[in-house]
């Protein structure tokens, strides 16, 4: 597409080289520019004012610089029985309910 952009240039092995390189270089250049740009403006066009994603150095906070909840003081309520759970006990109070309950019915 820019073959012979400088008339001046004369056509040898080395020119015509670095015209296709620059010809491969140009349209990866303008994919990657395009796909991102049309990305960035749908987003804007969908999210308008979006606050980018926090990025902690440290890695002490998560993505909104919230820091790390203590999973213990975190209660579900377990479907099974209607009780609420450390969310870090979840999983074995499932394996005690869930057999508790099979046996029972
Ligand atoms: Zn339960």
Do not use: W
Request: proline share 6%; with cysteine.
């Amino acid at each position: 597409m820019t073959l012979g952009r400088d008339a001046m240039t004369p056509l040898t092995i080395l020119s015509v080289s670095e015209t296709i390189y620059h010809n491969l270089l140009t349209s990866m250049v303008q994919d990657i520019v395009s796909r991102t740009t049309s990305r960035q403006q749908l987003q804007d066009a969908r999210y308008p004012g979006l606050a980018p994603l926090h990025h902690d150095q440290r890695g002490a906070l998560d993505v909104y610089g919230r820091p790390k909840p203590q999973e213990a003081s975190v209660y579900f309520r377990c479907p099974n029985c209607s009780r609420d759970l450390s969310a870090n006990r979840f999983a074995a109070h499932l394996e005690r309910c869930m057999s508790r309950g099979a046996r029972r019915g």
